[in-house]
C-alpha cells in the first residue's frame, strides 16, 4: 500500500514577554518579536515558506509551526488546528477575529455524542487503505500497515520470504521451520506452554506412575526406586525380591531366612533367638526342668539340647566311694596292675571350635614327698585330636589340637601317674572324660 505521508512539524509553543529594563528580548522558533510592543508573535509559516507543503497536502498555520494535511480533508480550512488537543479551539484574538467557530476535532479523530473527540478506528470501519496482503492496526490518530509474521512488506506487498525462526532461538526446545511460519515440539518428558514456545516438565510420577513401586521425578524424566528388600531390575521399572541371605554368610549365626523385602534369622532347636535377631543362644534345659530324664537319671545340658546321664556303676573290682568316683583297694590282688581310682567326668563342646584350645585341667589332689607325677592320654585318642600339656609339677591341660565336628560323644582317659622313688612306689589315678560335641558351633 502507498502509505500516506503526513507531516507534522511541531514548535514547541512559548510566550516571550518583553521585561523591563531589557533591551533585547529572544523568541523561540515560530515566532518573531514585535518591537513595538515588545511581544513575540506567531510567524505565519504557509505564507513565509515557499511550497511549505507539496502534492495534495494542504498547509494550515498553528501557533508557533504549523501542519500539512491532505486536501480532502473537511477540516483544513480551519487555521486553528492545535496540535496539543483533539479540539480544535478559537484562534488568538491577537491575530484572528473574534467571531465564534465550532469546536472540530483533529484528523483521525470524531466528534461523539457527548461532543467529545474520540479515535477512528480505521481498521474496523475499513477506511483504511491497506493492501489485501497487509493487516491494519489501529493507532492513536491513524492507522498502520504491517504484514503476518514470517512475511516481509516489499513495495507495499506481503510477500513470503521465509525467515529461519529457528536460527534465532524462537523455540525453547526443538524447532521446525516452514515457509512463514515455524513450529516448536519439545523433547520427551516436557509439554508445549500456552505461548507455544518454552516447554514445561511432564511429572510423569503424579500424571500416570510407570514405576511397579515407588517414582522420583526429575527434570524431563523420572527415576524408578524400590523399597528396601527390592531391588531394580534392567527394565528401570520393575522391581524384584532382593536375597539378602546370599549376600554374606555372617549375616545369621545359625540360618538366613529371605522372604520378600527383608529376611529374617532362625535358630536350631534348643536355641533361642537374642536380641539381635541374629545370634542363638542355647537354652538350658535342665534349669527351665524342660526334659525327659527320668528320676534315677541327671540331665546335663550340652549346647542345644541335653543329655540324660545314667548313674555311675563300679565294675568289679572296683567299689563305688560316691557318685562319680571308683576305687580298687588296694588289698584286692585283682587291683595290682589297675588304676587306683577312676573319677567319672563330663563336659560339651561347641563343634568347630578354634584350635589349639585348652579344654580342661587335670591335677593332684596330694602331693608326696619324693614324688612326681605324669600326665598321658591313657585311651580314646585314636584320631590325634588331643594331647596332654604339663602346665607345673602336680598340673597338666587338656589340648585340642584339630578342629572336632558334632554331634559326637568322645570318651577319654586321662591318667595321672605317680613316682615315688623314695618308698618306691608307682601307681596310677584316672579322669574318664566324657566330651559331647554340639552339631553347631554355637
Request: aromatic share 10%; charged share 20%; hydrophobic share 25%.
Amino acid at each position: 500500500m502507498q502509505e500516506v505521508k503526513r507531516t507534522l512539524t511541531i514548535f514547541i509553543l512559548a510566550a516571550c514577554l518583553a521585561r523591563p529594563g531589557k533591551a533585547q528580548q529572544q523568541c523561540t522558533n515560530g515566532f518573531d518579536l514585535d518591537r513595538a510592543s515588545g511581544q513575540c508573535l506567531d510567524i505565519d509559516e504557509c505564507r513565509t515558506i515557499p511550497e511549505a507543503c507539496r502534492g495534495d497536502m494542504v498547509c494550515v498555520n498553528q501557533n508557533g509551526g504549523y501542519l500539512c494535511i491532505p486536501r480532502t480533508n473537511p477540516v483544513y480550512r480551519s487555521p486553528y488546528l492545535n496540535p496539543y488537543s483533539n479540539v480544535y479551539p478559537p484562534p488568538p484574538a491577537s491575530n484572528y477575529p473574534t467571531a465564534t467557530r465550532p469546536l472540530m476535532c483533529r484528523f483521525g479523530y470524531q466528534m461523539d455524542e457527548s461532543n467529545q473527540c474520540v479515535d477512528i478506528d480505521e481498521c474496523a470501519s475499513e477506511s483504511h487503505q491497506c493492501n489485501p496482503t497487509q493487516i491494519c492496526i489501529n493507532t492513536e490518530g491513524g492507522y498502520t500497515c504491517s504484514c503476518t509474521e514470517g512475511y516481509w512488506l516489499l513495495e507495499g506487498q506481503c510477500l513470503v520470504l521465509d525467515i529461519d525462526e529457528c536460527r534465532y532461538g524462537y523455540c525453547q526446545q526443538l524447532c521446525a521451520n516452514v515457509p512463514g511460519s515455524y513450529s516448536c515440539t519439545c523433547n520427551p518428558g516436557f509439554t508445549l506452554n500456552d505461548d507455544g514456545r518454552s516447554c514445561q516438565d511432564v511429572n510423569e510420577c503424579t500424571a500416570q506412575n510407570p514405576c511397579v513401586q515407588n517414582c522420583v521425578n526429575t527434570y524431563g524424566s523420572f527415576l524408578c526406586r524400590c523399597d528396601p528388600g527390592y531391588e531394580l531390575e534392567t527394565d528401570g521399572i520393575s522391581c524384584s525380591d532382593m536375597d539378602e541371605c546370599s549376600f554374606s554368610e555372617f549375616l545369621c549365626q545359625h540360618q538366613c531366612v529371605n522372604e520378600p523385602g527383608s529376611y529374617y534369622c532362625s535358630c536350631p532347636p534348643g536355641y533361642i533367638m537374642l536380641d539381635d535377631n541374629r545370634s542363638c543362644q542355647d537354652i538350658n534345659e535342665c534349669e527351665t526342668r524342660n526334659f525327659t530324664c527320668t528320676t534315677q537319671q541327671t540331665c546335663f545340658n550340652i549346647q542345644g539340647g541335653y543329655k540324660c546321664l545314667d548313674p555311675v556303676k563300679c565294675e568289679d573290682p572296683y567299689i563305688q566311694i560316691n557318685d562319680n568316683r571308683c576305687m580298687c583297694p588296694t588289698e584286692n590282688p585283682g587291683c595290682r596292675d589297675q588304676p587306683f581310682t577312676i573319677l567319672y567326668r563330663d563336659m560339651d563342646v561347641a563343634s568347630g571350635r578354634s584350635v589349639p584350645s585348652d579344654i580342661f585341667q587335670m591335677q593332684a589332689t596330694t602331693r608326696y614327698p619324693g614324688a612326681y607325677y605324669i600326665f598321658q592320654i591313657k585311651s580314646g585318642n585314636e584320631g590325634r585330636e588331643f594331647y596332654m600339656r604339663q602346665t607345673g609339677p602336680i598340673s597338666a591341660t587338656l589340648v585340642m589340637t584339630r578342629p572336632v565336628k558334632g554331634p559326637r560323644t568322645i570318651q577319654l582317659d586321662l591318667e595321672m601317674i605317680t613316682v615315688n622313688t623314695v618308698v618306691n612306689f608307682r601307681g596310677s589315678s584316672v579322669i574318664r572324660l566324657r566330651i559331647y560335641v554340639s552339631q553347631y558351633p554355637f
